[in-house]
Antibody, heavy 117, light 106 residues
Framework: EVQLVESGGGLVQPGGSLRLSCAASGFTFSSYSMNWVRQAPGKGLEWVSYISSSSSTIYYADSVKGRFTISRDNAKNSLYLQMNSLRDEDTAVYYC??????????WGQGTLVTVSS | IQLTQSPSSLSASVGDRVTITCRASQGISSYLAWYQQKPGKAPKLLIYAASTLQSGVPSRFSGSGSGTDFTLTISSLQPEDFATYYCQQLNSYPHTFGQGTKLEIK
């Protein structure tokens, strides 16, 4: 069974940093591209970042470019999102999602990041 | 690429036929997916490649369209279908989502 489990969310002050993790199981993690998607409270879905299976290709949304860094460790079946210079508007539930070319077929349950003083 | 869903919200009854539209600001071929999200839960993939039903998704869900105009149709609403629906384009990065359509019980 495919499972994606996010962790690392919490309360952080504006300007602070946080590192999210996504532990994958039930599939060959190293064969799949992965994404982070977020959802602010009461709002819609916002794509955040993409990383290819080998980490050779990475994309970011303009809203996080230069502040967030996506990475993965295929030996540990894990995806990461390093978030620096956090702003109030980064408050959201962050989901990791597996990509199969033209779909995000599995999603984690999400981890809540709250940026507030 | 911007995606505009309509309507933003919709009230319907069990058994109704419902259609949600998604319009892209430029052509995206058939690189469109639809997701269902219930409160407090992760999105669930319903349809990919504009019209291909994901495994395990009931056949009352269907999708159509290509280029810039797409539709998601639920042929006969069931109680478990009341949720928010999102389209997403996967033609180019960023892989944008529509703003969502909230389907409520009338």
């Amino acid at each position: 069974e495919v499972q994606l489990v996010e962790s690392g969310g919490g309360l952080v002050q504006p300007g602070g940093s946080l590192r999210l993790s996504c532990a994958a199981s039930g599939f060959t993690f190293s064969s799949y591209s992965m994404n982070w998607v977020r959802q602010a409270p009461g709002k819609g879905l916002e794509w955040v970042s993409y990383i290819s299976s080998s980490s050779s290709t990475i994309y970011y949304a303009d809203s996080v470019k230069g502040r967030f860094t996506i990475s993965r460790d295929n030996a540990k079946n894990s995806l990461y999102l390093q978030m620096n210079s956090l702003r109030d508007e980064d408050t959201a539930v962050y989901y990791c999602a597996r990509q199969v070319v033209i779909m995000f077929d599995y999603w984690g349950q999400g981890t809540l990041v709250t940026v507030s003083s | 690429i911007q995606l505009t869903q309509s309507p933003s919200s919709l009230s319907a009854s069990v058994g109704d036929r419902v259609t949600i539209t998604c319009r892209a600001s430029q052509g995206i071929s058939s690189y469109l997916a639809w997701y269902q999200q219930k409160p407090g839960k992760a999105p669930k993939l319903l349809i990919y490649a504009a019209s291909t039903l994901q495994s395990g998704v009931p056949s009352r869900f269907s999708g159509s369209g290509s280029g810039t105009d797409f539709t998601l149709t639920i042929s006969s609403l069931q109680p478990e279908d009341f949720a928010t629906y999102y389209c997403q384009q996967l033609n180019s990065y960023p892989h944008t989502f529509g703003q969502g359509t909230k389907l409520e019980i009338k």
